[in-house]
């Protein structure tokens, strides 16, 4: 997929699978003090070596950056937390992203693909408002700008669903927030277009999980999409049509599936 769009791309990346979950749960056990986050801990990182290997196939592949991660993960959950449950949820459930980023930039870069990885927690600006944080949009706007426009490379990936504080602390920007972290920074860059890469052909008119005859939509209108968002339709979230309705940019939803498939724009 990558390959098939060539030109500057910024790649925003999710936590792979069920990860940020198992990072609630370790969060929980960590501010309970609870022993069991040691075995937590190792089934995350046992779930992303798997994946890594399978990734390199036999090639060497330099994921020493994912070391790092987890390292200072462990770190962290053997310091004993602040009295701010909110605040420790997005120290930890945040590796989730950080990890992702850094196993897909680390095997981009061996096949060829060179890319930049990017923290975006140091260019998108938020307050405190930990598990739900605010953009502060002029600042953001500013980091974005300067981080994203010097880049070395065409290829970025980043994080989707994080933020930082002025003060270098974590945030998030509430559960499935990648999309909309994808929105904010098409806005900030004046993207041509921002795609939602998912396992579905596209916007469907139904649940398919509850109404097996659903039909896909080809198209549908900003407000049309709020209003499916607002009403409870998963496949997107409901901050991420603002950004790009301002901006008048198109937003596609595309199975990773068929990539040349047209979705739903
Ligand atoms: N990984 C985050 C979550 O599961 C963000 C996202 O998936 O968009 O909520
Ligand atoms: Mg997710």
């Avoid at 053997?78 to 420790?88: A, K, L, Q, R, V």
């Avoid at 049309?224 to 603002?242: Q, W």
């Amino acid at each position: 997929i990558i390959r098939m769009f060539p030109g500057p791309k910024v790649v925003v990346i999710s936590a792979m699978g069920k990860t940020t979950n198992a990072l609630e749960e370790l969060v929980k056990a960590y501010f309970k003090g609870d022993q069991g986050k040691t075995d937590i801990l190792g089934k995350i990182r046992q779930y992303h070596d798997d994946i890594m290997l399978q990734l390199a196939n036999g090639q060497q592949v330099d994921y020493s950056g994912v070391d790092h991660l987890f390292c200072a993960l462990e770190d962290r959950l053997n310091t004993p937390p602040s009295m701010n449950f909110d605040y420790e949820y997005d120290q930890i459930v945040s590796y989730g992203e950080l990890v992702s980023t850094a196993i897909i930039s680390s095997f981009y870069n061996s096949i060829g693909l060179t890319n930049q990885w990017i923290d975006i927690r140091k260019s998108l600006i938020t307050d405190d408002t930990y598990r739900d944080a605010n953009i502060n949009w002029p600042l953001s706007e500013k980091q974005v700008r300067k981080t994203f426009d010097s880049a070395t490379h065409e290829l970025i990936i980043t994080q989707g669903f994080l933020g930082g504080t002025t003060t270098n602390h974590t945030t998030t920007l509430g559960r499935e927030g990648s999309d909309y972290t994808a929105a904010i920074l098409a806005n900030i860059l004046d993207a041509r277009d921002v795609t939602i890469w998912k396992n579905v052909p596209g916007i469907l008119n139904a649940d398919p999980d509850f109404l097996p005859a659903t039909q896909k939509l080809d198209e549908l209108s900003y407000r049309e999409a709020i209003e499916l968002s607002y009403s409870g339709a998963k496949v997107i979230h409901p901050k991420t049509i603002k950004p790009l309705q301002n901006k008048h940019i198109p937003l596609l939803v595309k199975s990773f599936d068929n990539p040349e498939k047209e979705g739903t724009i």
